[in-house]
Each structure stands twice: as structure tokens, then as C-alpha cells.
């Protein structure tokens, strides 16, 4: 369990400290729990509370009896206090969501792409859907505390550009950061959406049990969001998590790398319907047959119910040789297509992973679905800006000298 400290340097942590514990507790805390879980003094304890409160971050919510002595009051979270907008740019479909400080999505839509795709074009046309989304939810403008944009890397970390993802062509060298803050007026994080999707996963957690875990993000490409000791893994750049290249089945499709059987490729929803032998999906939107896959694979087809047994087979590999190397509590599953495949595939991974020989494992690992749903990249973009702002992590105990 993080503690604070009672030292005055280290205040600001100390705030966003007891505010998670507020947040992971629905049912609200009184100062004395607050004070037990986070070691604080109750005049250290009383200032904090003090200035969430008055920032409306916080609010009292009752008084509960428990024991001898007066009623304490709980301490419960605003959630409407702040708020903020996620943008996942995706091959598919590009998706937008405004989240609360819960986690709660209180508005979702679709942006249209301009029918001319310059770098401008893209850039304005995602300032306008932050525009609409933010007036249709009704949301004051200064309790939005920023757009989080989550795509595919790689891309550049500092400087908030997308380089030259290999799914999104027309984003090739765009400085989203800049570009959209420019046009919106709005701070703008931009990051890889396997990250976004871990960090979107942990706001969730209301356990705080995500410490070690990664989440296998299966969409148009396919990668892993990675987190130690609570804490999204970024790597040197920014651009950790790329797993596309584990090979997992030495017989599997050729891949453009120039090996065979890589997982990108050999899970890649358009190469599962060739296998299943049916038809190119039309117009690159391949969810109606995806969704045609699982239904027949369920009727009882063996084809396609083979196909996705191999699949899962495959994703499973890729899981436990990646964490023969990070040594993970929990790997979660989440994103549009497994969304759509978790039915089949879900009980073939978690078998696989358990006794897969490859696996050096000396505990049970915890594979489950993702709590947020399709969405959970666009969600965990907004989630950075809420992590950004409020999340509890040591460094901020760091002083400049």
C-alpha cells in the first residue's frame, strides 16, 4: 500500500495520494481510514482534504457510525468535478469518448475523415469533433483538462509526433501535439494505444491490483501495454510494447519482415478469413465478417471454430514467451476486434497460456477480458490526462534543485 509523507515538500503528492484512495473507494472514507491507509497526521490529513475540497474534487457525502465516539464523515469523489476528451486514430474507424474523473464515458462518437486526407484536414477535423462532443456533453470548456490521443506507433514521444505508423499512412510525420493543440486551445498527450489501453485498464482497477501485468491489445495490428510496480511501461521512446514480430507458429503466414508465422500476421482479422475461406472484406471494415466467423464458429463449423482455436493457440504463445521475459501477475485482453472474438477465444487463451511448455512460470497467471470494453484505447487516452493530473506515483515526490 503507498503511504505520503508529512513533509511539506512533497504536498502535491500527498494530495493526489489520498484523492486515489477516495476514487478507488465508491462507497466513500472518513478521515481516520484515510489516515490508517495512507499514514498520514490528521493535521496533515485535514490540510489535504482541506484543498480537494475546495478545488471540488472531493465532497461529503454523510456520516457512517462505526464504534464508540462521534460520527465521521465520509469522504467521497466528484466525479463530475473534472473531465476529459480520449481520441483513439485507428485504420477502421476513429473513435472519441469524454470520460469524468471515475472513468465513467458520459459521451462517444465517431469522427468522420475530410474526403481530401491532408495532415490539416485530419488535424481539423478532430479539433471539430473535440469541439462537438465537449458542447454535447455540456460540459464547462475549463473543466475539460485535456485530449489524450492514442494510435498506433511509433512515434515520437517528445515531441508528440506520429512518425510513420505503418497502419495509419495518412498520419505519416503529423505533430498531433502541437497541431491539435493549436486548433482546440486544449493540452494534448499523445501516445502509443497499447499504453493508453494499460493506463486506461489500471484508472478502472479500483482494486489497485494491476502492479505487474501487460494487456494484449488485439485491433487492426496487434500489441502489448505493459505496467511494473503500478506504472505504465514506455520504454526509451515511448514506443515499448511492440510484439508483432514474436514468431508463433513456425508454419504460419509469411510475414513482410521476411520469417514466417509472426503473431501480427498470423492473427491479422484478414488473413483469419482467408483461412476461413471467406471472401476480402469489403471496403477494409472487416467487423460484419469477423462477426460472421464467431457466429458460424459457434454454430459449430468447423472451419472457421478452427481457425480461431489456432488463433487463440497463437495469441497464447506470444503471451507466455513475453512474459517469460517481464514475469507479470495479470495479463488482460482487450480491444475492438478481441471484443468481438473474446467468446471463442477467451477460454482457448487462458487454457493455453496454463500449460503451454514454452511458459516459466512458477505461478498461476490471471488472464482475463478487459473491464472497459471496445473502446478502452480512445478511453485510455482520456485516462492520461486524468493519470497525468491525479495519479499517485512516487516521482512526484522528486524536488528540482
Excluded at 109 to 119: K, N, Q, W
Excluded at 329 to 356: F, I, N, Q, T, Y
Aim: aromatic fraction near 2%; include cysteine.
Amino acid at each position: 500500500m503507498r503511504t505520503g509523507s508529512n513533509l511539506p515538500a512533497v504536498g502535491e503528492y500527498n494530495q493526489t495520494l489520498v484523492l486515489d484512495h477516495i476514487r478507488r473507494s465508491p462507497e466513500g472514507l472518513s478521515r481516520v481510514e484515510l489516515s490508517a491507509r495512507t499514514g498520514l497526521s490528521a493535521q496533515t490529513l485535514s490540510n489535504v482534504t482541506r484543498r480537494l475540497a475546495d478545488e471540488g474534487l472531493i465532497v461529503e457525502a454523510g456520516k457512517v457510525i462505526s464504534g464508540p465516539g462521534k460520527p465521521r464523515t465520509l469522504l467521497k469523489l466528484a466525479p463530475r468535478s473534472r473531465f476529459a476528451v480520449g481520441v483513439h486514430l485507428d485504420p477502421v474507424v476513429d473513435t472519441i469518448v469524454v470520460v469524468d474523473m471515475a472513468g465513467e464515458v458520459i459521451a462517444h462518437d465517431e469522427i468522420g475523415r475530410p474526403a481530401l486526407s491532408t495532415p490539416a484536414g485530419l488535424v481539423d477535423a478532430v479539433g471539430a469533433a473535440v469541439d462537438a462532443i465537449v458542447e454535447r456533453a455540456g460540459i464547462p470548456r475549463e473543466l475539460v483538462l485535456g485530449v489524450g490521443v492514442a494510435a498506433p506507433g511509433p512515434f515520437d514521444a517528445r515531441g508528440g509526433r506520429l512518425l510513420d505508423p505503418p497502419l495509419l499512412p495518412e498520419w505519416h510525420n503529423v505533430n498531433v501535439r502541437e497541431d491539435l493543440g493549436a486548433v482546440t486551445g486544449l493540452p494534448v498527450i499523445v501516445e502509443k494505444d497499447v499504453t493508453a489501453a494499460m493506463v486506461g485498464e489500471m484508472w478502472f482497477d479500483r482494486s489497485d491490483a494491476l502492479g505487474d501485468a501487460m494487456f494484449l491489445y488485439y485491433g487492426a495490428g496487434v500489441g502489448v501495454g505493459l505496467a511494473i510496480a503500478g506504472a505504465p511501461v514506455r520504454g526509451r521512446t515511448g514506443n515499448a510494447g511492440g510484439i508483432a514480430h514474436v514468431i508463433v507458429d513456425p508454419d504460419g503466414p509469411p510475414c513482410a519482415c521476411g520469417a514466417r508465422g509472426c503473431l501480427g500476421v498470423s492473427i491479422e482479422p484478414r488473413v483469419l478469413l482467408a483461412e476461413a475461406g471467406y471472401a476480402p472484406a469489403a471496403a477494409g471494415d472487416t467487423r460484419p465478417d469477423l462477426d460472421r466467423l464467431v457466429r458460424d464458429a459457434r454454430e459449430g463449423e468447423e472451419g472457421p471454430a478452427a481457425v480461431l482455436r489456432r488463433a487463440g493457440e497463437r495469441i497464447a504463445r506470444a503471451l507466455v514467451v513475453t512474459n517469460n521475459l517481464i514475469d507479470v501477475d495479470e495479463v488482460v485482453l482487450g480491444g475492438p476486434v478481441w471484443e468481438r472474438l473474446a467468446e471463442v477465444l477467451g477460454d482457448v487463451v487462458a487454457e493455453r497460456v496454463a500449460v503451454d511448455a514454452a511458459s516459466t512460470a512458477t505461478r498461476e497467471i490471471v488472464v482475463r477480458r478487459s473491464r472497459v470494453g471496445a473502446d478502452v484505447a480512445a478511453v485510455g487516452a482520456a485516462c492520461l490526462m486524468l493519470d497525468g493530473a491525479f495519479a499517485a506515483r512516487p516521482a512526484r515526490m522528486m524536488i528540482a534543485l
